[in-house]
């Protein structure tokens, strides 16, 4: 029986892990099959970002299957560590470092390997139900799958600690407070939720995009100095691509000649077009998918004082115009130290 789900639509590819009656507990084929699926869609240029989630109504995972490993340690230090531990830590890592956004989506309980999952994914919402906890004190041994580096990387060494050396859980708000977690959902909306932020980042560059989760992933174990490092590597990967120029492009067109039936000029107050540069997240743009607060279009000046439809007199705006008016104009000033053939 299959105990891994896979769905890929319009670009968003959702594992689900299937052991309901288990409550997802990740036994040995269970992790090899989520290893091999993600492996799979990391090579699939049609796969944009991926959600894992648990099935049924009670659970994200509640774990490794204790019941399986157990036989791992009965056989011994070098099987537990192969079998069991290594395993289970090259999940993470794989998880922790994939090239595409991976968004767990937590509809549960999230325990133990649950929880390192949650830990090692870039990007995490839980529903209201969710709950996280580090049990394996409780079994007489310390987390294995990254759970004692990554948590407290993550949250902090106190509140780590805490969490390992008490197994009590903690809930989707707390869970959001110490930053385990981007955002707390309504349960039935959980899917969805992650399917917006993954259309939201899946419209960007798909090698900007891996460079950023390369940048950051990387260089969070590492000196500032060799962090920065990787980042201007990053940035270095970037600069011979066609998207750096057409991001750049888009860019300084809409501002020259908003106009333009080129120009994405949009008609609402959105997060992502060019006049909504400090723009309400809320609902999604039908113009060009950003979170927005719909509003009348109304002509206004931009920021270099040309008319466009679009901006409104917001007071968020007219406060932070200075701000966002000084970093356009030094990011002008940057692209035009560019040579116009280059750019
Ligand atoms: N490994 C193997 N089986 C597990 C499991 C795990 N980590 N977690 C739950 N299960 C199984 C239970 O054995 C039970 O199976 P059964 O019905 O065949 O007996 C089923 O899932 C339901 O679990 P149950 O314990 O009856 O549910 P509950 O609501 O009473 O308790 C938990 C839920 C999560 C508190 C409890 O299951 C638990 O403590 N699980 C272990 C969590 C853990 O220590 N994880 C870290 C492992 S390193």
Not at 91 to 117: D, M, Q, S, W
Not at 280 to 305: E, H, M, Q, T, Y
Not at 323 to 331: D, G, M
Request: with cysteine; proline share 7%.
């Amino acid at each position: 029986m299959t105990t891994l789900l896979e769905e890929v639509k319009d670009g968003i590819a959702v594992l689900t892990l299937h052991r309901p009656d288990k409550l997802n507990a990740l036994d040995y084929a269970l992790v090899d099959a989520l290893e091999a699926a993600l492996d799979e869609l990391e090579a699939d240029p049609g796969v944009r970002a991926v959600i894992l989630t648990g099935s049924g109504d009670r659970a994200f995972s509640a774990g490794a299957d204790i019941a399986e490993f157990a036989g791992s340690v009965e056989a011994g230090v070098e099987r537990a560590l192969r079998d069991f531990v290594r395993r289970g830590q090259r999940l993470t890592r794989h998880i922790e470092g994939y090239a595409k956004p991976l968004i767990a989506a937590v509809n549960g309980i999230a325990f133990g390997a649950g929880c390192e999952i949650t830990e090692a994914a870039p990007l995490a919402l839980a529903s209201d139900r969710a709950r996280f906890a580090k049990p394996e004190i409780r079994l007489g041994f310390p987390p294995p799958f990254g759970g004692t580096q990554r948590l407290p990387r993550l949250i902090g060494r106190k509140r780590a600690l805490q969490m390992i050396l008490t197994a009590e859980p903690i809930d989707a708000k707390q869970a959001v407070d110490i930053g385990l977690i981007n955002r707390v959902v309504e349960h039935t909306a959980l899917l969805s939720e992650a399917r917006l932020l993954a259309d939201r980042i899946a419209r960007h560059s798909p090698a900007a995009v891996a460079a950023c989760l390369r940048s950051v992933t990387r260089g969070l174990n590492v000196s500032i100095d060799e962090g920065l490092a990787i980042e201007a590597m990053q940035f270095a990967s970037m600069v011979p691509t066609p998207d750096i120029r057409q991001g750049i492009e888009a860019f300084l067109s809409r501002r020259k000649s908003p106009e333009s039936p080129e120009a994405r000029i949009c008609s609402y107050e959105c997060t992502f077009c060019a006049p909504c540069v400090d723009g309400v997240l809320g609902n999604v743009c039908p113009n060009c998918g950003g979170g927005f607060a719909p509003r009348p279009i109304r002509p206004s000046k931009n920021w270099r004082g040309e008319n466009f439809l679009g901006k409104h007199p917001a007071s968020s705006k007219v406060k932070h115009r200075p701000v966002v008016a000084a970093a356009h104009a030094a990011f002008a000033a940057a692209i035009r130290t560019i040579p116009p053939e280059k750019r």
